[in-house]
């Protein structure tokens, strides 16, 4: 595992309870509020609703799943925040996964032209993802991801401990992006978790923070994806055609699980044009299915999956975008590979 590099001062580790009210301590905003879901409510909210004793949260509780990841749910915040005074010196603090995080984001960048907000993560994929890199949206019309904007919280409090009430399900759907960020940037890190053989028998905050820095370390670089940060999209491009489609299914599946999806096809796709040595597409596909349960893909829905890539905001005059590795640990952008490539890479996926 290469050596981690700094954090910027607002990304805090550990404690929560500490380490939040000792930064609330220090600030002075006129009122604040705090986004959950029917879940974050139960599991976390609990823990840190009192941890400041001056502090009155406006509490804004909105239902939990993907399929509320809409502006219609973003109305109902704005609802709240303008029902009960928000100004333009208030908080808001997103405790939850990725949807909250993302939602409330986009809520807190547009309301008033934007108020300050905190991101408190409790799923490892918000952790070492969603949390990190300023971006924050909302779904429109099926398209994932499509309303949206660059705004980074003031701070983000990660804690590994939320981890114990995550079903292994919601745990693997994180894990699979930190596999992500060892395959397009650690080939040192990819080994170790070859190596790794009980399910989730990790060491989480080492783990956590090396994600982090590999994601933080791009975009720091590159904030607004006009070039690098594009690595990060590595399995992205069938990965969220494919959660699109589920989805649309009435039968959703997590973004790691279909993210673990596409990076099998990105990486066939990868040994196809891009020189990625046969022996490292096997261990990609071995280490993703060693961790991940098997999907068969409805052969007869090829056209509409490619449909859903179609008009996936990272395209460019119509073709699909990749992101592609030429061996593990690095990674070539704006590829763009053929449809009968693509409708290949899914048919080996559905061979493993
Ligand atoms: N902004 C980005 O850069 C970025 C990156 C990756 C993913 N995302 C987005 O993140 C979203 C997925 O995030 P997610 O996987 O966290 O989904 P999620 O927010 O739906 O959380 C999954 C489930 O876990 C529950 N939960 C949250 N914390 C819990 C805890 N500690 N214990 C028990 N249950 C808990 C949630 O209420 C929810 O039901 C997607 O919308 C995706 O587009 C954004
Ligand atoms: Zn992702």
Request: aromatic share 10%; with cysteine.
């Amino acid at each position: 595992m290469r050596e981690k590099i700094k954090l910027p001062d607002s990304i805090f580790f550990g404690d929560i309870k500490r380490q939040f009210k000792t930064w609330l301590d220090q600030q002075a905003y006129s009122s604040y509020f705090m986004l959950v879901d029917s879940s974050s409510s139960v599991y976390c909210l609990p823990e840190i609703r009192h941890v400041h004793p001056k502090i009155k949260w406006n509490i804004i509780e909105i239902p939990m799943g993907e399929q509320y990841k809409t502006i219609t749910t973003c109305s109902l915040i704005w609802e709240e925040l303008l029902k009960n005074g928000a100004d333009r010196h208030s908080l808001l603090v997103n405790l939850g996964g990725g949807v909250v995080g993302d939602m409330g984001g986009f809520a807190a960048g547009t309301y008033m032209r934007g108020i300050d907000f905190v991101q408190i993560p409790t799923t490892l994929l918000a952790m070492v993802d969603a949390s990190v890199g300023g971006k924050v949206a909302v779904d429109f019309r099926l398209a994932k991801n499509i309303i949206g904007l660059f705004k980074n919280p003031v701070a983000n409090f990660i804690d590994s401990r939320w981890l114990a009430t995550l079903s292994d399900t919601n745990k693997r759907s994180g894990w699979g992006e930190m596999i992500k960020h060892t395959i397009i940037a650690d080939e040192e890190a990819f080994r170790e978790i070859q190596q790794i053989t009980s399910p989730f028998d990790i060491n989480w905050d080492k783990w956590i923070q090396h994600s982090i820095s590999i994601k933080y370390n791009i975009v720091q670089i590159d904030p607004t994806e006009k070039g690098l940060r594009k690595g990060l999209n590595f399995g992205h491009t069938v990965g969220h055609a494919v959660e699109t489609f589920f989805l649309e299914l009435g039968q959703p599946k997590s973004h790691g699980e279909c993210v673990a999806i596409g990076m099998i096809c990105a990486a066939f796709i990868s040994n196809k044009v891009a020189g990625l040595p046969p022996a490292q597409l096997k261990d990609i596909v071995a280490v993703i299915m060693k961790w991940f349960d098997k999907t068969t893909i409805p052969e007869n829905q090829l056209d509409k999956i490619l449909s859903f890539m179609m008009r996936d905001k990272k395209n460019y005059s119509g073709l699909p975008n990749f992101t592609l590795i030429p061996q593990i640990g690095s990674y070539i952008y704006d590829q763009n590979p053929d449809w009968a490539l693509i409708r290949e890479s899914i048919l080996f996926y559905n061979q493993q």
